[in-house]
Nanobody, 114 residues
């Protein structure tokens, strides 16, 4: 199983970025985005199930949109109205199997300047 995240970068506050994550090696039940800011614990940003059920962290609701292309085994995170506090390394993750196992991609850095 491999996950490859891309799309991070430097953007000014109020701007937008779109993250992409390509997964291979399995069919996944849920796929998600997480982030870890310097000195903080990793947190869930958004998660989407194989049937499209979505949940967001309160801090990103209304600004971020997660989507999924099941045929291509990809997920995306459209990030709008970015804030400096969104600065973090963003990781994609995918879960599959019984018992459920979660796989992680490498992170992609998002930096939002004020």
């Amino acid at each position: 199983v491999q996950l490859q995240a891309s799309g991070g970068g430097l953007v000014r506050a109020g701007g937008s970025l779109r993250l992409s994550c390509a997964a291979s090696g399995s069919i996944f039940s849920s796929m998600s985005w997480h982030r870890q800011a310097p000195g903080k614990q990793r947190e869930l940003v958004a998660i989407i199930s194989s049937v499209g059920t979505i949940n967001y962290a309160d801090s990103v609701k209304g600004r971020f949109t997660i989507s999924r292309n099941n045929a291509a085994n990809r997920i995306f995170l459209q990030m709008d109205s970015l804030k400096p506090e969104d600065t973090a390394v963003y990781f994609c993750a995918a879960s599959t199997g019984l018992p459920l196992r979660t796989y992680w991609g490498q992170g992609t850095l998002v930096t939002v300047s004020s």
